[in-house]
């Protein structure tokens, strides 16, 4: 019961640095965000997909594979965004979109997973599963944009709070979720961290060359990076060990998490190293 409330808190936290105006990006940058979309939304669980399946996982962990792929990107992706002078109010619309849509593709794509993998048991999110994904993921960011509408001052006040909050969320439910497979835990690192690793940096990747490919400018492709390679895997692992009430399920996200800050930060380093070189002197 306390990890939904966690993931709540997380979220709503997430809606309290959220405006109407968030919204309107997609207006002001149409083609940044249709780009940026297409590529998390639908490119990216099909590249997950082709990872699963060339490495042969047990189902289980595939399906937490494309659980994982399904996850919106997180906050934290505005934050390397920033470092790495990306375009973060791109981040802030892409976030604020995605976190509307997981609450269907989550669902959608978990359940392709569950059917295709033929994983064992009760696993799939049924009806009431899917109302439970909403109310975590969507009804705390909407009420969190509700109270910053309102009290402003009290957003920006807990703001710092609750990122420090989120992080410690994500790093107890990781360690927690990699723990409570500590028997399989060398099996597990060993096939899944290849798997999680490479999906990371093809999700980098993509996100930046796909973006470059459409004529997206330079603050707009590391935008894309980082919204597309850096997850919201408390989401996902939320949903795994909460609604799924499987821990092995929850096993790849929890890898990532971890892998995903070191990746992004070499990734973001090569980018923008290799950018200041091309640039004209």
């Given amino acids: 019961m ?14 309290l640095s959220l405006t109407v105006g968030d919204f309107r990006g997609v ?48 906050t934290t992706a505005s934050l390397f965004s920033h470092l790495f002078r990306g375009d973060v109010a791109l981040n802030i619309t892409l976030t604020a979109v995605n976190s509307v849509l997981a609450a269907a593709t989550i669902p959608l794509i978990t359940n392709f997973a569950i059917g295709h993998f033929g994983a064992e048991g009760e696993l799939g999110l049924q009806f009431g ?12 960011v909407v009420v969190g944009m509700a109270v910053r509408s309102r009290f402003a001052g009290f957003a920006d006040r807990a703001d710092r709070p609750v990122r420090v909050f989120s992080i410690v969320v994500l790093a ?29 940096l093809l999700s980098l990747t993509i996100g930046y060359v796909g973006a470059r490919v ?22 996902a692992l939320t949903i795994a060990l909460s609604i799924l009430d ?30 200041a070189a091309q640039a004209p002197a």
Avoid at 2 to 15: E, S
Avoid at 42 to 61: C, R, S, T
């Fill in 172 to 200: 107890s439910v990781a360690v927690g979720a990699l723990l409570g497979e500590r028997e399989n835990l060398g099996e597990y690192v060993r096939d899944v961290g290849a798997v999680t690793g490479l999906f990371c």
């Fill in 27 to 74: 207006v002001r940058a149409p083609r940044a965000v249709v780009v940026a979309l297409v590529l998390q939304v639908l490119v990216l669980p099909v590249i997950a997909f082709g990872l699963v399946k060339a490495f042969d996982l047990d189902p289980l962990l595939a399906v937490g594979v494309m659980l994982l792929a399904a996850s919106p990107g997180g």
């Fill in 214 to 235: 459409m004529r997206l400018n330079e603050a707009q492709a590391i935008a894309s990076s980082m919204e597309i390679g850096v997850h919201n895997t408390t989401v």
């Fill in 2 to 15: 306390g990890l939904p409330i966690a993931l709540a808190i997380v979220m709503f936290g997430l809606g």
């Fill in 129 to 140: 599963k899917v109302v439970q994904v909403i109310a975590i993921v969507l009804v705390p």
């Fill in 246 to 275: 499987s821990t092995e399920v929850a096993v790849p996200s929890a890898v990532y998490s971890i892998l995903m800050y070191l990746l992004a930060t070499a990734f973001g380093f090569l980018i923008t190293r290799t950018s």
